[in-house]
């Protein structure tokens, strides 16, 4: 009988309540659970790059590695949607992305 066991370990860190919250932000955002997504980017930011950052206007939920596409500026209306998304509470923008889902 073979089995196969996955060795995951587990470590508490502290983190500023700030980026936790971006984190379960982003996570959302991608559809991934919160240690999925702390895995993904400690994973990328141990890989050697690959193509250059991605500027604001270019953020979408990608695998690392992934190109980017090209994106246009952002209009007006949109730049203002964004700041008002921006000035809202993690649990607010939280709340709303499930709300897009």
């Known amino acids: ?13 502290r983190i500023p309540a700030q980026l936790k919250a971006d984190l379960h932000r982003e996570a959302a955002t991608h559809g991934r659970s919160l240690t999925s997504e702390i895995n993904t980017r ?8 690959t193509h250059p950052e991605p ?3 270019q953020h979408q ?4 590695g ?8 952002l209009s007006d209306a949109e730049r ?22």
Do not use: G, N, Y
């Open 1 to 13: 009988m073979v089995t196969t066991e996955t060795k995951d370990s587990s470590m508490l860190i």
């Open 42 to 49: 400690l994973k990328a930011s141990l890989q050697p790059a």
């Open 55 to 57: 500027t604001h206007t």
């Open 61 to 64: 939920a990608k695998e690392p």
């Open 66 to 73: 992934a190109s980017w596409p090209a994106v246009s500026p």
């Open 80 to 101: 203002v949607l964004l700041s008002i998304f921006k000035r809202l509470s993690p649990e607010k923008q939280l709340a709303l992305l499930s709300l897009l889902k």
